[in-house]
């Protein structure tokens, strides 16, 4: 049973720092290749941020968030993280991490991946 719980988000300033994470499952982190963050903003569609291949660690990042965001993960501790500095208001969504099945490695990291199984969210909050 694959299960993700967000956490790390909040409402922030400008220009300030948010760091998430997400736990998965053991199970999770030794099955699946490609793992990522996705945000929705309202009115807006789901959008992916960032992914990070399992294996070899390599990611990707949307155009919107490069230089500002970095991906991580540490897998003795099923853990993914989003570093999120430099924060604009368009930032502002729901973020949402995501285990991919079906993503391999290579193509993860070229950002093809669109997520399968999801956490339950937590919301960025980005103010002037």
């Known amino acids: 049973q694959v299960q993700l719980v967000e956490s790390g988000g909040g409402s922030v300033q400008a220009g300030g720092s948010l760091r998430l994470s997400c736990a998965a499952s053991r199970y999770t982190y030794s099955t699946y290749h490609c793992m990522g963050w996705f945000r929705q903003a309202p009115g807006k569609e789901r959008e992916g941020v960032a992914a990070?291949?399992?294996?070899?660690?390599?990611?990707y990042y949307a155009d919107s968030v490069k230089g500002r965001f970095t991906v991580s993960q540490n897998i003795g501790e099923n853990t993914l993280y989003l570093q999120m500095n430099s924060l604009k208001p368009e930032d502002t969504a729901m973020y949402y991490c995501a285990a991919d099945p079906f993503t391999s490695s290579r193509y993860c990291s070229g950002g093809y991946s669109r997520g399968h199984f999801w956490g339950q969210g937590t919301q960025v909050t980005v103010s002037l």
């Open positions: 990070i291949s399992t294996g070899g660690g390599f990611s």
